[in-house]
């Protein structure tokens, strides 16, 4: 009988183990470069602390136009805050991971309005994410498919 | 100790952390998909582009002003006509709700269904019945707009888009507990075909039915939806419809100004006889400054004060409810003619938006 206890105990705990480690290894399948559909930037998402941040790491028109000067967080409405360079600008920030490819209880930021929204996102395959930002329900957003990105020759 | 080792440690050791700190991005410029990208599609938006109200509630109030009346004889479009009765307009004001809700919001495709609640009390001095039957049916009840509408936002790729806007108007002096027919429901539509050059710009043509100026009519429209580089000033357009010039004070106040047309076709029951729906079409130009300025959230107050100048005041008696198309050009009969003075009004609406 105690034989058998251990025994339960022992898969018991190697299941849990190694579900908790395929739970991980999803949740990290978040991690990487990521482009929006409009190409605009290039978002590297990192885990730090359990949860799931994205700092702009590429812009394709870093000089503002009107200062001829690297893009700054203008539409920032803390005043503090507008003058920090946009790349490098972490815009999504607190994301958890909820299982089935799901990552919520984020916010993602909108610098050309300066708007900070609820987000969840979710992997719709390996290299392609829906990422949902909205206002208070998520009836009041909108869906964007981001792309990942490779570094060349490493596909 | 050394001079040279002291300058090393409180120089050049920071330096090498903060180097270290810093990620070189220069990596990411030369990065290639998975597998492959995204599509772009153009986005219903442009920057600067005036709040998106989700939700709003208003309320509209005009300023006293003169209502003549003829009689109900019938009269060609053209014809002259002498005032039967003649009264002050008091009061003309009431509630206004949108609710505008998206059910589909993606890049490819944005669809929305909203709804619409609109209300117009008139009081109106000595409205007897006795000196004629217009104003004190007006005077009586109020005007009321319920409708629903559908907007489809279709990009046909990183530049094109189509619009498609459909709406069905219930409107009459009707009461909430004695509805008229519902087959007097007014249907509007619009389509566009336009482009998105760039952030700040967006143009569309395209053609509507409409009740804008009371009357049906078919259209033509233009949008030209457009930011500064500065995105402080710009316009937005959906021309005959509204026409705004517009000045982001600041990103939490924007300053609008331009004109909107705005009218209807409203059953009103008591005129109504054998079958016949006696309709009063409605239209107005309303040329005006609206304050829109950020509560908290995303949750935003405007404000408008302008002039109602009056369009069109007539009405028609619609054989069994048709409707019928005069256009410009059309001598179908006109059952009665109002003038209306020149009011101020002023709106006052709160917002929940996106922007």
């Given amino acids: 009988m105690k034989k058998f206890k251990t025994l339960a105990i022992f898969f018991v705990g190697l299941f849990l183990l190694t579900s908790m480690v395929g739970d991980s290894e999803d949740a990290d399948k978040l991690v990487g470069v990521w482009e929006p559909s409009n190409k605009k930037i290039k978002v590297k998402i990192d885990k730090i602390s359990g949860k799931y941040y994205g700092k702009i790491v590429w812009l394709r028109e870093p000089i503002d136009p009107v200062t001829g000067k690297p893009k700054t967080d203008k539409n920032n409405p803390d005043e503090s805050l507008k003058d920090v360079a946009l790349k490098g600008f972490r815009m999504l920030k607190d994301f958890v991971y909820n299982g089935n490819g799901e990552w919520s209880e984020g916010t993602i930021y909108d610098p050309q309005n300066g708007s900070t929204y609820s987000s969840v996102i979710k992997l719709k395959d390996e290299n392609t994410l829906d990422i949902r930002g909205f206002i208070g329900l998520k009836t009041f957003g909108r869906t964007d498919v981001w792309k990942r990105l490779v570094m060349k020759n490493k596909k | ?355």
């Fill in chain 2, 1 to 355: 100790m050394n001079i040279k080792v002291l300058l090393f440690s409180f120089f050049l050791v920071p330096l090498l952390m903060v180097a270290q700190d810093e990620e070189d991005y220069s990596m990411y410029d030369d990065l290639e998909y998975a597998d492959e990208g995204a599509t772009t599609f153009a986005s219903p938006k442009i920057i600067g582009l005036s709040p998106n109200r989700f939700i709003n509630v208003a309320w509209d109030v005009q300023s006293p002003y003169t209502m003549n009346t003829s009689d109900t004889i019938g009269y060609l479009p053209d014809a002259s006509w002498e005032i039967k009765e003649s009264s002050n307009v008091n009061y003309t004001g009431g509630l206004r709700l949108n609710a505008n809700i998206p059910v589909i919001s993606r890049n490819n495709i944005v669809w929305q269904m909203g709804a619409n609640y609109m209300n117009t009390n008139f009081s109106i001095d000595d409205a007897d019945p006795s000196d004629g039957p217009i104003l004190s049916e007006l005077d009586r009840t109020s005007l009321n707009t319920t409708g629903l509408f559908t907007t489809v936002f279709k990009p046909l790729n990183d530049k094109q888009f189509l619009i498609f806007q459909g709406q069905a108007d219930y409107n009459g002096n009707y009461t909430f507990t004695d509805f008229h027919s519902f087959g007097l429901t007014k249907y509007s539509a619009a389509v566009l075909w336009g482009k998105r050059p760039h952030d700040r710009l967006q143009w569309a043509i395209g053609a509507s039915r409409t009740y804008r100026v009371g009357e049906l009519n078919y259209v033509p429209i233009i949008m030209y939806n457009w930011t500064s580089k500065k995105e402080k000033w710009g316009t937005e357009i959906l021309f005959p419809a509204k026409a705004n010039g517009k000045y982001w004070m600041n990103k939490n106040s924007l300053i609008m100004f331009g004109y909107e047309l705005e009218g209807g076709s409203y059953h009103l029951e008591g005129l109504s006889n054998n079958g016949n729906s006696f309709e009063l079409r409605r239209g107005a130009v309303r040329p005006r400054i609206e304050w829109n300025r950020k509560l908290v959230g995303f949750f935003w107050l405007n404000a408008q004060l302008g002039t109602r100048i009056n369009y069109g005041f007539t009405y028609d008696e619609l054989e069994n409810g048709k409707e019928f198309f005069r256009g410009f050009f059309g001598q179908q009969e006109i059952a009665a003619f109002s003038s209306l003075g020149t009011s101020l009004y002023g709106l006052v609406g709160i917002s929940f938006v996106s922007l």
